[in-house]
T-cell receptor
């Protein structure tokens, strides 16, 4: 089945530690996105990438970093600079970044908690 | 400021009734809208979308209505079932090209009572 795989499903971070969340898609989509979701809130955009080797900051990029070395992979690193990292992180992809109106398709998320 | 929001944070209906979930948006330049369903512990699932040159679109048991005059979007679910219980989000597309991104509302929790 084609889809978006996020791993791990649950992740714990110690103070001062960087952690990396994985997102892989086999849909052959050009564009990929990372969102953060807090309880009772909508999704907020962290970073997005419309093409390999290029990415843009979203609305809440501080304390996060990404890379897009391969089309199918868009890992998100939550750095120690992110002071409130506890949240549900969602990865999404879409066929093309901005050329046409197409929905984004989501993975099942990674829940990050602070120890 | 510009925002996408919902009129009702929670909605409780009886099984078999029709459900209507509302969404207001403020960016008149938005040209594409999407409804998503999110079950507990899962990612949002695409339900239906609509372009700004349309005012109605139907899917299987769902209908989306777009009223650009008052910047209002609604999702109608016919014959609501217990499996429809979830949080429903509307999203609007702002910008194009490299600036393309979706802005999401806070969501409405739909509870279907058997």
């Amino acid at each position: 089945d084609g889809g978006i795989t996020q791993s791990p499903k649950y992740l714990f971070r110690k103070e001062g530690q960087n952690v990396t969340l994985s997102c892989e898609q086999n849909l052959n989509h050009d564009a990929m996105y990372w969102y953060r979701q807090d309880p009772g809130q909508g999704l907020r955009l962290i970073y997005y990438s419309h093409i390999v080797n290029d990415f843009q900051k979203g609305d809440i990029a501080e304390g996060y970093s990404v890379s897009r070395e391969k089309k199918e992979s868009f890992p998100l690193t939550v750095t120690s600079a992110q002071k409130n990292p506890t949240a549900f992180y969602l990865c999404a992809s879409s066929p093309q970044g901005g050329v046409s109106n197409q929905p984004q398709h989501f993975g099942d998320g990674t829940r990050l908690s602070i120890l | 400021g510009e925002s996408v929001g919902l009129h009702l944070p929670t909605l409780s209906v009886q099984e078999g009734d029709n459900s209507i979930i509302n969404c207001a948006y403020s960016n008149s330049a938005s040209d594409y809208f999407i409804w998503y369903k999110q079950e507990s512990g899962k990612g949002p699932q695409f339900i239906i979308d609509i372009r700004s040159n349309m005012d109605k679109r139907q899917g299987q048991r769902v209908t989306v209505l777009l009223n650009k005059t008052v910047k209002h979007l609604s999702l109608q679910i016919a014959a609501t079932q217990p499996g429809d219980s979830a949080v429903y989000f509307c999203a609007e597309k702002r910008g194009g090209g490299s600036n393309y991104k979706l802005t999401f509302g806070k969501g409405t929790l739909l509870t279907v009572n058997p």
